[in-house]
């Protein structure tokens, strides 16, 4: 089959994750083309290659570089008649009907609670009921839009390096998210600050800079190292001991399922539905109210001092991985690729 893989840009987030991993499973046995909204970055499609449709400055107006995107999307697929559309394109997903007549998957990478005004959007229930499948995120997900060519599909954990080097844990509290007014690194750090015997913990962070950080500054009394993205966040789960997620809203969260295959202590904001699919309060991680400073010092700091409640929580993760091996998951993408093909 002529298969295109659409992201919205090429980057080292979730659904450029989960969109390499669908383009890894089927590059062998069909041909697969990668287009990228916006312009060119560094992330998982860095070898594979990408076509870019966004063309101009990024200086012109957003307006001007949407219709260059949506001009360039309706050319490429007029001029090459796929088999197969698979959209990881977030809302952007919801204009591929409008742009071709070829078949179509959507893969939604949103929580329906920030984005339930989608679901009375005509272009969306439009998008929805011509694609041939729509997957989700959770069960919740799933309920909530109610389509009968849908599924909730988990994320996997596909990392091939997990037992390749032997590292010692670190007193480290690895925040692997991009750094932007949803994901909070404020947030954490004003938590931590709470801690009065923080011992000798130090945050590390590992994410894409998407906004003004000029108040870190006032965190300089602080054990804080900021990172670029890297392609080998497996090494930075290896050192860490506890892996936070500060979040305002997430889909199913990658780094809550990565951290889990590491032997990390895993505590985030009760911020979406997906946190609650994987972590159980008090049984195999800490959940804390989504602007609860407080509550999620006090959890944190147990993690930090209580070693055998920390490694009790971190048994008691292991316990859902076979959930998000990828060789399961692989299974039910391939199903949903026939599926989709043959209606």
């Known amino acids: 089959m002529k298969i295109c893989i659409v992201i919205v840009d090429n980057s080292f987030g979730g659904s450029v994750k989960i969109a390499k991993f669908v383009y890894d499973l089927l590059i062998n046995q069909h041909k697969i083309s990668v287009i990228s909204l916006r312009q060119n970055k560094s992330g998982f499609f860095d070898e594979t290659g990408f076509i870019c449709m966004e063309k101009g400055e990024r200086k012109s107006t957003k307006i001007a570089r949407i219709s260059e995107t949506f001009f360039g999307m309706r050319k490429y697929f007029k001029k090459n008649k796929f088999d197969l559309i698979i959209g990881f394109a977030g809302v952007y997903n919801y204009a591929i009907p409008i742009l071709t007549k070829d078949k179509f998957i959507i893969s939604t990478h949103m929580t329906h609670h920030i984005y339930s005004w989608l679901v009375n959007n005509t272009l969306v229930k439009y998008a929805h009921n011509k694609a041939k499948y729509v997957t989700f995120l959770t069960e919740s997900d799933k309920k909530f839009y109610n389509l009968p060519h849908s599924k909730a599909v988990n994320n996997p954990c596909f990392f091939n390096n997990i037992d390749d080097e032997n590292v010692e844990k670190e007193n480290i509290i690895l925040f692997p998210s991009m ?93 979406s539905d997906g946190v609650k699919v994987l972590i159980d309060d008090g049984k195999n991680g800490f959940i804390s109210g989504v602007d609860n400073v407080d509550e999620f010092a006090k959890k944190l700091e147990i993690l930090m001092h209580d070693d055998k409640t920390r490694a009790n929580l971190i048994k008691n993760a292991r316990e859902l991985k076979p959930k998000f091996e990828p060789e399961n998951i692989a299974k039910e993408w391939l199903e949903i690729v026939r599926i989709a093909s043959e209606n």
């Open 179 to 271: 750094i932007s007014p949803r994901k909070r690194l404020n947030f954490l750090l004003d938590a931590f600050r709470k801690i009065k015997n923080p011992l000798d913990y130090k945050i590390v962070v590992y994410g894409e800079n998407h906004e003004d950080i000029d108040y870190i500054s006032k965190y300089s009394d602080l054990p804080l190292e900021i990172n670029p993205p890297t392609n080998n966040i497996a090494h930075q789960y290896k050192r860490a001991k506890i892996v936070a997620l500060t979040s305002t809203s997430e889909g199913l969260p990658n780094i809550l399922i990565e951290s889990m295959f590491f032997d990390c202590a895993r505590i985030s904001t009760d911020c």
